[in-house]
């Protein structure tokens, strides 16, 4: 240890004038320094520490007229001043930037780092007060005044000696990691002064709270000072013992858990097993603690982590948990909020995707007003019902983009095995979850329009079970918010999922299942419909996949009313749009042989490109001979003309039916020609009735041909033709009422599109003519039949049916 000579005690010694500013001499050769007054010690700046007496502190110094001022006092054997700087960020400390009180004492030990660094320990020993700062020299000089330390007499000084000291102890036994033996050093303290220093450089507060310690030179107003800083901070580690006390019990569990896996990966990687097993555990636990996951599936999740911890590395068992495991990680547990329904935007989108439907917009509209006023409401399930090509997929995806969700799809024609809806248990090799987890999945969020596309072809259940049955809980509102998947094996909320559903026919729908779904027919289009559909729609979208641009071709409108009439005739648009492609793909070849710039598609150009008319109207044609009666008919791709021909030759009365007839029409011939016997009131034994519906190879059947059989059979006993442009449906009884029959819409339009002028019906079916399209209902005459004779008068005339009508 360095001795340090006594400095002088200049407290009674004349202050001069102050002066400023660091010491701008230039530096003199090592050694060459004069000498500093004996009043006078260099000074060193701390930045963010203030030095007590009688405490041994390391100290940092950075800039260079510090290294120069300790440098000189440790080669002279001088004391030293530490003073704190009021911003520690100042590099070039000037005297204005130093509190001018500080401590005073010898640099015990001198380090210089490899870094260039300087590091000093010093004792600081007594107080001083700065009178002055003086110049000539590389570092700052000061002359000082030494403040003396005080006894501390008196019952006040000792009642805050002692309470310091308890205050001391008590801090010393909240603080972890602290020797019992700084209680015992605290307790042989007998100086109050000494005691007040040493807590207050240990005390964890401002170092500006500090520096006022140190400047109270009153001992008693000094301890106070103390004890007051001190006791915030006692208070501060209790409340903060108190908090680790009680996580410490959490949190040591899963710290064991932690220190063990720890121990296992060391153990692992010394057996030569890889740190990639650790990797995809420990990525495993992230995505379970971040999946939002309820608490006991999380609890499962874990426990299924463990078990894959435990097992080895190349095992199938392992495959399949880590498989397991990361199918419940990416599920969309968390409940997202919504997007609010923009009723505004919706009837936008759907206007904007797809042309007429008014009605089924409407109900679409109030079913997205009553989601947005009602967001946890059970709202029904929807199912469109029509043909195909008549825009119910597409229906979905706007649905889905008016009300900013995701959409999937789910195609449900041909499934037969449960499993592809419920998932296969994991006891079987291979096992998945089920296509509607899946599409969950692959959606990422649980606000998804969900369409299950061709819910009529679902497959019929066997020994695999039934898929319509296990389809009950998915879109049942009252059971979907824990649908069980066998492969998961825990509950999945599909409550907030839209589902959608789609089919071409009813029937084949089993009535549980069609009970939780409310249908929305679509009956298909008329032909102007379908022409602005091609118009806005088919023929740009047909350009863009044929590589066109519109400056290239243009389709005029008397080519899609040829398109739309001669050479497609359905309830949708998907044959015309291949129509419209088969088109554009020779005008592409023209094109890409630059054969020309823009080219105008006409009317005269298809029979070109497509062949001759596919179809013309053959009513008149068909009707224009005694017993041929046009009928109605209804099909799983809409409403379509039917021809019923009927013809007489010599025989012994019997009944042939040819064209592939099914019971039910069958037996609509049978009451037909009752009736007609009955209204000419002889037997026809002297005759045979042969009844043939065209297209042989197509089966048919049906409970709405009565009243057409019914026709074509008075048409040929009177030898009288029915009008060419009437067609006909219902169903007849043996007492001749007319019967209300179903699919009037699709039958409707299937008329309007053969140019049929008037349509007789059933009387009680007059309430259905509210869901024939506008148009229909203007171009169509519709008659409404009570019995057959109506059916005769408006078709054939009057007195149609006597016994000397018919020519034998």
Avoid at 74 to 81: A, I, P, S
Avoid at 218 to 225: A, I, V, Y
Avoid at 522 to 550: D, F, M, W
Avoid at 761 to 782: I, S, Y
Wanted: glycine share 8%; net charge negative; proline share 5%.
């Amino acid at each position: 240890m360095i001795h340090v000579s006594p400095m002088q005690d200049l407290r009674t010694g004349e202050d001069g004038p102050h002066t400023g500013g660091s010491a701008a001499a230039p530096t003199p050769a090592h050694g060459a320094y004069k000498r500093l007054p004996t009043d006078a010690i260099a000074i060193v700046p701390l930045r963010a520490s203030v030095l007590f007496p009688g405490v041994l502190s390391p100290v940092t110094v950075h800039c260079a007229t510090a290294v120069a001022a300790a440098q000189e006092a440790v080669k002279n054997e001088h004391q030293v001043g530490f003073l704190l700087q009021r911003d520690p960020m100042t590099t070039d400390v000037s005297p204005s930037d130093l509190y001018w009180v500080g401590t005073a004492g010898p640099i015990v030990r001198y380090i210089t780092g490899q870094d260039d660094t300087h590091h000093l320990v010093v004792q600081g020993q007594s107080r001083f007060r700065v009178l002055e700062f003086l110049e000539g020299w590389p570092f700052l000089v000061a002359r000082v005044a030494m403040i003396d330390q005080p006894k501390g007499e008196g019952k006040d000084i000792d009642a805050r000696f002692l309470q310091l000291k308890e205050r001391s102890i008590e801090a010393i036994s909240l603080l972890p990691h602290i020797p019992d033996e700084l209680a015992g050093v605290v307790r042989n303290i007998d100086s109050p002064a000494a005691l007040a220093d040493m807590v207050a450089n240990l005390v964890d507060v401002k170092s500006e709270e500090k520096q006022d310690i140190l400047e109270t030179f009153d001992l008693e107003r000094r301890l106070d000072k103390v004890i007051a800083a001190l006791s915030a901070r006692v208070e501060v580690l209790k409340l903060s013992k108190e908090i680790g006390d009680k996580t410490r019990a959490q949190f040591d569990e899963r710290q064991r858990e932690h220190m063990l896996r720890e121990q296992l990966k060391q153990i692992q990687m010394a057996l030569g097993e890889g740190n990639e097993s650790a990797q995809e555990v420990e990525a495993l636990r992230a995505a379970i603690d971040t999946a939002g996951m309820p608490e006991d599936i999380h609890k499962h999740a874990e426990k299924e982590l463990k078990r894959l911890q435990r097992m080895a590395d190349g095992s199938g068992e392992a495959s399949s948990v880590r498989t397991y495991l990361e199918w419940l990680t990416e599920l969309p547990w968390k409940v997202e909020p919504q997007e609010p329904i923009d009723i505004g935007q919706a009837r936008q989108v759907l206007d904007d995707d797809h042309f007429g439907l008014p009605k089924i917009k409407r109900r679409i509209l109030e079913y997205l007003a009553v989601r947005k006023l009602n967001p946890e409401g059970k709202s029904p399930v929807l199912c469109f019902s029509g043909p195909p090509g008549v825009g119910k997929t597409s229906l979905g995806q706007s649905i889905a983009r008016a009300t900013g969700r995701a959409f999937q799809r789910v195609a449900m024609g041909g499934l037969h095995d449960e499993a592809e809806i419920r998932g296969h248990r994991r006891t079987y090799v291979g096992a998945l979850p089920g296509n509607i987890i899946q599409a969950m999945r692959r959606a990422g969020t649980s606000n998804v329009v969900l369409m299950l596309d061709e819910i009529d072809k679902l497959g019929a259940g066997g020994f695999h079970g039934d898929p319509a049955s296990a389809l009950l809980e998915v879109l049942d509102p009252e059971q979907n918010h824990k649908f069980r998947d066998n492969y998961l094996g825990v509950d999945f909320d599909l409550s907030r999922v839209m589902f959608i559903c789609t089919a071409n026919v009813l029937d084949t729908i089993p009535g549980p299942l069609r009970d939780r779904m409310e249908i929305i027919q679509l009956p298909g289009y008329t032909e102007e419909e379908k022409i602005q559909i091609a118009k806005r729609y088919l023929v740009e979208r047909q350009l863009k996949a044929n590589g066109l641009t519109s400056e290239q071709v243009t389709v005029t409108d008397d080519a899609i009313a040829s398109l739309v009439g001669d050479y497609t005739r359905e309830a949708g648009v998907r044959g015309l749009e291949r129509e419209i492609g088969a088109v554009l793909r020779r005008t592409a070849m023209q094109v890409a042989e630059g054969e020309g710039a823009a080219v105008t598609i006409t009317a005269d150009d298809l029979p070109g490109i497509l062949g001759g008319k596919r179809f013309e109207n053959e009513v008149a044609l068909r009707t224009s001979v005694p017993g041929v009666a046009t009928g109605l008919a209804w099909t799983p791709v809409g409403g379509d003309i039917l021809f019923i021909e009927a013809s007489k030759v010599p025989g012994t009365g019997r009944l042939i039916l040819t064209g592939q007839l099914g019971d039910v029409m069958k037996e609509s011939v049978q009451a037909a020609l009752t009736l007609v016997k009955a209204a000419r009131g002889d037997s026809m034994d002297t005759i045979d009735i042969h009844v043939h519906v065209p297209a042989g190879a197509t089966p048919k059947d049906g409970p709405s041909a009565g009243v057409a059989m019914y026709l074509a059979l008075a048409s040929l006993m009177s030898d009288k033709p029915i009008r060419s442009d009437v067609a006909m449906t219902g169903e007849i009884s043996l007492r001749g009422q007319v019967l209300p029959i179903g699919g009037l819409k699709e039958k409707t339009l299937a008329a309007l599109r053969a140019g049929i002028k008037t349509v007789m019906l059933p009387r009680r079916n007059a309430k259905d003519l509210e869901d024939v399209p506008a148009e229909a209902r203007e171009k169509l005459e519709f008659v409404l039949l009570d019995t057959v004779d109506d059916a005769v008068r408006c078709a054939i005339g009057e007195g149609v049916l006597t016994p000397d009508a018919a020519t034998h």
